[in-house]
């Protein structure tokens, strides 16, 4: 490999499954490169489970293909998938055991030493509750415990299924920090989520998902920031008197990208093909509007998922985004 080139660890071409008369995941197709923390981000219900489910082999697609490491044949996907440990929802342990002696069996049934459970404990903070019983570990201990479990066999590729899932703000932190440490010692993390602030806090590329189809994929910066054919969008914020001759008039100005209403003090989020606001308020003022308020306006990973996920304030009809 040349200095420079990317490796793809995990790449989707249409990958589709259906459920009788469900389509849970439609044509999914992305690219996960090496040392990325991958957010695979969408509601609950839109197919990031079952797409995570296919990856590991536990369930068969209906159509379109995936690689894990470049292997695609059943016989290459089953050695690919010994450089890969994966948490899938709820952690599955014994409650009347340790979470040293749990972490004894998973070794087992992995096929793997004993020699790296007590650094796979220290890693995850739980070195000195390695002999209380799994039934006294909080939510949190519980979800490091499984952490902890997926990198017995020490994977290149780290696949975690709502890994902050019902925990509460000290416990999303621990997590944080923990794929923050394994980011940091070259692992390759690929992370369901619907938690926006999370992803937005933890990964580097995020695909955003929409009832089985992917909507927007890129760099975090990519997707909060909004790209066009043309180049970067910029967004801005702007308040006037009226709502709805401003909208119209934003609607009608030509560098408009998108259009949704501003969260809090009313007004819209445009986003531009242009970085010239004081065009846009000379456009806005010919038409009787003037606004309060005109300023840059730094979205966030929310404001772009509501825009991408809902439909209703998503890109305008014959507007390129």
């Known amino acids: 490999m040349t200095e420079g ?4 660890v995990v790449e989707t071409d249409e990958l589709t499954k259906r459920f009788k008369d469900v389509l849970a995941v439609d044509q999914v197709t992305l690219s996960v490169e090496r040392g990325q923390v991958f957010g695979f981000l969408g509601p609950n219900g839109s197919g990031k489970t079952t797409t995570i489910g296919m990856l590991v082999g536990i369930v068969t697609p209906t159509a379109g293909s995936f690689s894990l490491f470049g292997a695609t044949s059943p016989r290459q996907l089953l050695a690919a998938r010994t450089r890969v440990g994966a948490t899938l929802e709820t952690p599955n342990f014994y409650p009347y055991l340790g979470g040293r002696d749990n972490l004894l069996i998973a070794a087992r049934v992995k096929g793997v030493g004993d020699e790296r459970i007590d650094e796979c404990l220290d890693l995850v903070g739980l070195g000195d509750r390695g002999k209380h019983k799994f039934k006294t570990y909080s939510l949190g201990m519980k979800q490091r415990l499984a952490l902890a479990a997926t990198m017995l066999n020490d994977p290149e590729l780290i696949i975690l299924d709502e890994p902050s899932n019902g925990l509460d703000p000290q416990g999303m ?32 590329h995020v695909a955003i998902v929409r009832k089985g189809r992917i909507v927007k994929v890129g760099s975090v910066a990519e997707v909060v920031g909004g790209h066009h054919a043309h180049g970067e969008i910029v967004a801005a ?5 009226d709502d709805e001759r401003l909208q119209t008039a934003l609607e009608a100005y030509p560098e408009t990208a998108s259009l949704q209403p501003a969260e809090d003090g009313g007004g819209f989020v445009v986003g531009l093909r242009s970085d010239d606001l004081a065009g ?3 456009w806005l003022a010919d038409r009787g509007v003037y606004v309060s ?19 209703e304030f998503a890109p305008m009809t014959g507007i390129a985004s």
């Not at 080139?5 to 793809?8: A, P, R, S």
């Not at 914020?237 to 008197?241: I, P």
């Not at 308020?293 to 439909?311: K, Q, V, Y």
């Open 5 to 8: 080139e990317k490796t793809v």
């Open 173 to 204: 932190r621990e997590v944080r920090e923990i794929i923050g440490v394994l980011a940091d010692r070259g692992k390759t993390i690929f992370l369901s989520s619907h938690l926006l602030w999370e992803v937005e806090r933890t990964c580097t």
């Open 237 to 241: 914020l702007v308040r006037a008197d």
């Open 280 to 282: 846009l308020n000379r």
């Open 293 to 311: 308020h005109l300023a840059p306006h730094r979205r966030s990973l929310e404001d772009a998922f509501i825009g991408l996920t809902e439909g």
